[in-house]
Each structure stands twice: as C-alpha cells, then as structure tokens.
C-alpha cells in the first residue's frame, strides 16, 4: 500500500493533483480543503500522505485503484474517521470535505447538525450519524496544523492539544478551550508540560 507521494506538482485539477515522479505522472484525488493548501505550489516538489482504495462494480469485475492525498498524517486519519460512518464512504467524503479539517471537526465536537448540513452530500441525517459516531474524537483535530512539524514543535502541539483535551474535561466548551489556548500561544512562551501552560493561563486570568 502506498502511504506516501513525494514529486513535483505538475497539475492541479478540481478534484485531483497530479504528482510528477521521476519518469511517472500519479493521479492523486484531493478534497477542496487540500486543493487550497496545494494552489501555491504549482511546479514545486510536494509530499502527500495517500489512501488507497479500489473503485468500481467488483461483480463486473472493474476496479480501478485510486489514491486521495493529504497534507499530513492528522488529515488523513480524519478523513478515515469520516469515511466509517455509515452512509458517507470515500466519494462522499471527498466531496464534503470542503473546509479545513479544524472547522469540520469543531462543528462535530460542538453538534452543530445545522453546519455539518451545509457541506456538500451531508444532509441532516448524516450529519447526525456523524457527531454520534466521532463526536469523542474530535479534541486531537481542533488544534492541528496544515503540515507535520519538526520533532520542537511537533511537541509543543502536543502539549497545546493535551492542554486543550484538559480544558474540555473542566467543562469548557471547545470554542472557548481554543481561544485560551491561541491566546497562550501568540505570547511566544514556551512550556515542557501541560501542567507549564495551564498554570500560566490560569495566572494570566487572575491577573
């Protein structure tokens, strides 16, 4: 199975970018929110984690393998999730995924049906079977970047996302635990725990 895609970026089409390696051109779907990210890169050297799957009829024997890129790790196993749900599926997915995975799982933690509706093929009901399904998988998504980070900051995310997980458990609603945190981190100030960045967000709101 092919988990990863590194090459220049050749084209980028609506619904697939085409990945230039070596003497080989690769057909790689993307969603919307990864077509974005991708559109300033044109001719650049780029690496997307992929997915693969078989479309077609099985029973007429035509099945053609695909690949769906991403930008990172954390997009990819969020697509997964979205694809368990029952009446989404891979097509589906690839087209409601419309928004930066942030906003989308924002919208399942909180359970806001009515934004799960707007995006494309996601009707009321599935929206529904959604949130049900992932609603407690949404934390490690909310503070997540569009790239891997180096080992530095990939840790600091870490200890931002914990920090994040521990403020929902105190009963902070996701949209607040987020702007706490965001505002711990514009201050540039670095933390080795999530004990560190708690305490100081709890000194700074007595202040």
């Known amino acids: 199975m092919i988990t990863k895609i590194t090459g220049k ?3 980028l089409g609506v619904e697939s970018a085409t990945i230039g390696v070596g003497a080989f051109e690769y057909e790689v779907f993307i969603p919307e929110f990864v ?3 991708l559109q300033s890169h044109i001719d650049e ?3 997307l984690r992929t997915i693969e799957y078989l479309e077609g009829n099985p029973q007429k024997g035509r099945l053609t393998p695909r690949m769906i890129g991403f930008m990172s790790d954390a997009e990819r196993e969020f697509f997964d999730l979205v694809c368990s749900v029952d009446g989404v ?3 589906k997915a690839l087209r409601a995924m419309v928004r930066p995975v942030r906003e989308v799982a924002e919208s399942i933690e909180e359970q806001d049906v009515k934004q799960l509706s707007a995006l494309p093929g996601i009707g009321p009901a599935v929206g ?3 949130i049900a399904k992932l609603r407690r998988k949404m934390a490690k998504f909310a503070l997540m970047a569009a790239r891997d980070l180096p080992p530095d900051k990939q840790m600091e995310r870490d200890i931002a996302t ?3 997980e521990a403020l929902i458990s105190l009963g902070h609603s996701s949209v607040d635990a987020q702007q706490k945190i965001e505002t711990i981190a514009e201050s540039g100030k670095k933390f080795k725990s999530v004990e560190d960045l708690l305490g100081e967000l709890y000194k700074r709101e007595r202040e």
């Open 35 to 37: 077509r974005r990210q």
């Open 128 to 130: 529904e079977r959604i």
């Open 89 to 91: 599926g891979v097509k």
């Open 162 to 164: 914990e920090a994040y």
């Open 45 to 47: 050297e780029v690496s």
């Open 9 to 11: 970026l050749v084209h």
